[in-house]
């Protein structure tokens, strides 16, 4: 009590200097000047339209991105606490497993009806993946060693997957699965061994996160990266839907027509060339890895690979352990293996390979992509902020980044729900975030590389672009300012983000879709204007047109157009004139009630229409298409079925 009445003895000044230091730091943490000097993105875009380049991300010759707050009073209605699952209904494992070995917790016991072990009988099972045959057959098959090895308080294991089992008179009372890494260094294969050591690449995905709901989600997070110099790239535009057509450009520099085309053909992956190929053929060692991989990358629709591709891969494992020990399902993944949550043992394993990877001495390339956290609720991610800031500042306070670029990325935002209905959360949906962090020797060493990637992160970037960045990593010390330079050819689909990305980059030179361009202004328009409706009708047709061989689907219908905006080119900024107009518009089709946005161009002398990419879908589909298998069709299709 007397301390608190002398507290307020103290000079008002100084408090009100206290007052000003914190409202500093806390607008220097949030970044939220440009909020109070600006008013809310989307309400007055024209305003931000006249301003200098505060109040936007980018703001260059080809393309200007406004500065949108994560908190935006657009937005705020959508964000709540999101609470995590109970993995097992709240049962807590019998075994637990460390980097060697697997052992028993005793604390368990009870759990599980025992006051001792004396009944117990353990033992574990090798599961291993099985090679893939015939061309169409699905990369989902396991063999299941039938030889169970006992275990008693704790063992060694030096097998990749196992599954363990554990009975009372021969009632079974725990299964589970667990994961090792084992070394799988062959020492036969030649070491590099130049005077430079080779860095190793750490790609870290969350799918479906915006860069300004990782801000919401994962402040902590966000805030460590920011605190180890991880540089923030704040133009990354998508350039397709979901995630595929995200990925495959970065994995491999191709656009997933080009992918299927070249090595593909709708089979198995094993003939394309991705970036863990291209590491490997240098002598890395690599990893790729998903969680919900029963719609993984390279598997969802698709057949995946008929060997595996890379030294370690997780998707395996979650495939078969969600299989046998998945639960706590929620709308597409299961958030529990056994006991622990899917995510978290994800990061473990991603911690535990690099682990392995140092202990072996040898240069790695790991990617790794996580969905089961994110994928699908906007606000889930927030239950993972602390575990991913724990996951980075282990691996940086253990040294593992010495050597290592990290990047963290997204494919794009959320692309369903209420939220994608608002200006802001189209925006967002078409912005996902990445984090390229370069380690300080070699920053230190390539300032100029470093300063390039400072530059571009206000510079319109793409996939594209992350591919060629993560190449130019096979050979990072031949990296000179004069090579690094030569390479920023304005009309270069992909430019590499340690060279300078052009001023004069626009959408279409970076080849992003004008649906996916985030360059353009917009204005509202009427939803009943001529043009608009003329466009909602073209949408509506052409949807039907993609589904007229299919009798399963009903001919659709235009119910409503709920919003409509007329995209003002980033070559206007530089005074070009165009032919034409694009008509970005929502609408709503009966029956079935589905939304979708689509842009539409608009040839201005005549009437001729085109859409520009793909139609979007805005609401889940769920059974409504359950009548036909094409992914893609999927999204528009409504079941004549269920009319009866
Ligand atoms: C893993 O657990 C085993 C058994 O409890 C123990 O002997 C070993 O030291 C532990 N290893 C590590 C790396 O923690
Ligand atoms: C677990 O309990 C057994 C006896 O049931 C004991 O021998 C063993 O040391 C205990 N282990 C730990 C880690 O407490
Ligand atoms: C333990 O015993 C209780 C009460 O008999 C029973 O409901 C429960 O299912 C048992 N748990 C296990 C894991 O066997
Ligand atoms: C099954 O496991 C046993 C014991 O570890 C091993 O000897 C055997 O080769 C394995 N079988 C196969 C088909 O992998
Ligand atoms: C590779 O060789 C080193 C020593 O030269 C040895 O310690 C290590 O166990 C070997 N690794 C494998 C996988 O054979
Ligand atoms: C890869 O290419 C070879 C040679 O053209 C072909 O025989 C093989 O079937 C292809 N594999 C896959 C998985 O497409
Ligand atoms: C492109 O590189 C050249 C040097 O080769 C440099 O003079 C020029 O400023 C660069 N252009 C841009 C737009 O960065
Ligand atoms: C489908 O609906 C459109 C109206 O949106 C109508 O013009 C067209 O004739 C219908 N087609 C069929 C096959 O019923």
């Not at 008013?39 to 703001?59: M, N």
């Not at 690979?305 to 030294?311: G, L």
Request: proline share 4%; glycine share 6%.
């Amino acid at each position: 009590m007397d301390s608190n009445e002398s507290r307020w003895r103290v000079p008002s000044t100084i408090w009100l200097l206290i007052f000003f230091v914190g409202l500093l730091y806390f607008l220097n943490v949030f970044q939220i000047e440009e909020y109070y000097t600006y008013p809310t993105p989307g309400r007055s875009e024209k305003f931000y339209a006249k301003e200098s380049l505060k109040g936007f991300l980018v703001k260059t010759k080809g393309c200007r991105i406004p500065y949108m707050h994560p908190m935006d009073k657009t937005i705020t209605k959508y964000i709540f606490k999101y609470d995590p699952p109970v993995c097992n209904n709240g049962i807590p494992s019998l075994y637990e497993s460390n980097f060697t070995s697997l052992y028993l917790v005793n604390s368990s016991l009870p759990h599980y009806n025992l006051t001792d072990t004396k009944d117990l009988k353990c033992c574990y099972q090798e599961v291993s993946r099985r090679d893939v045959k015939g061309p169409k057959d699905n990369d989902n098959s396991f063999f299941t060693n039938k030889t169970c090895t006992n275990i008693g308080e704790s063992t060694n294991i030096d097998k990749n997957y196992i599954l363990i089992t554990c009975r009372v008179n021969k009632h079974v009372i725990y299964t589970d699965m667990f994961w090792f890494v084992p070394s799988k260094v062959n020492n036969k294969t030649e070491m590099i061994n130049d005077v430079t050591p080779p860095l190793n690449v750490l790609m870290v995905g969350l799918d479906a996160v915006s860069r300004l709901n990782l801000h919401r989600q994962m402040p902590k997070t966000v805030a460590y990266l920011t605190q180890i110099d991880a540089v923030e790239m704040l133009g990354y535009n998508k350039v397709g839907d979901n995630t595929f057509p995200n990925l495959i450009p970065v994995l491999s520099g191709l656009t997933e027509g080009e992918l299927k085309d070249s090595c593909w053909h709708g089979k198995h992956f094993d003939n394309c060339t991705f970036l863990w190929n291209m590491f490997k053929n240098k002598g890395y060692m690599t990893s790729f890895g998903e969680d919900s991989s029963w719609m993984g990358l390279f598997n969802y629709m698709r057949h995946g690979f008929s060997r595996q591709p890379t030294d370690y891969a997780y998707g395996y494992f979650n495939r078969i352990s969600e299989q046998k020990v998945g639960n706590a399902h929620s709308m597409n993944v299961d958030q529990c293996i056994g006991s622990r949550e899917v995510y978290k043992d994800f990061l473990e394993y991603i911690g535990s390979v690099t682990r392995r990877f140092r202990m072996d001495n040898t240069p790695y390339f790991a990617f790794y992509w996580g969905a089961s956290l994110s994928h699908d609720y906007l606000n889930k991610p927030s239950t993972g902020d602390e575990s991913y800031l724990e996951f980075f500042r282990s691996l940086y306070e253990d040294g593992y980044l010495d050597n290592t670029v990290l990047v963290f990325m997204s494919d794009h935002g959320i692309r369903w729900g209420s939220i994608r209905q608002t200006y802001q959360g189209r925006m967002e949906e078409r912005l996902p975030f990445v984090f390229v962090r370069l380690p300080d020797d070699y920053k230190k060493h390539h300032p100029q590389i470093y300063n390039n990637l400072k530059v571009n992160s206000h510079k319109l970037t793409t996939p594209f672009d992350l591919h060629e960045t993560m190449a130019d990593l096979l050979d990072p010390y031949s990296l000179t300012s004069d090579n690094i330079h030569s390479r920023n050819d304005t009309n270069d689909r992909g430019i590499s983000l340690f060279s300078q990305i052009p001023d004069t980059r626009t959408c279409e030179t970076a080849a992003i879709d004008a649906h996916w361009c985030t360059c353009q202004q917009s204005q509202e328009v009427a939803e009943d204007d001529p043009k608009v409706l003329e466009a909602a009708a073209f949408v509506v047709r052409r949807m039907n047109s993609l589904l007229k061989d299919l009798t399963e689907c009903a001919n659709l219908t235009l119910d409503a157009v709920l919003n409509a905006r007329v995209m003002s080119h980033a070559d206007a900024i530089t005074n070009k004139k165009h032919e034409f107009e694009d008509y970005m518009i929502t609408v709503r089709t009966a029956p079935g009630e589905g939304v979708f946005e689509s842009t539409v161009r608009r040839v201005l002398e005549g009437t001729a229409h085109e859409i520009m990419g793909t139609i979007s879908r805005l609401n889940l589909y769920g059974k409504q298409s359950k009548c036909i298998t094409d992914f893609h069709l999927k999204l528009y299709c409504y079941c004549k079925s269920l009319f009866f």
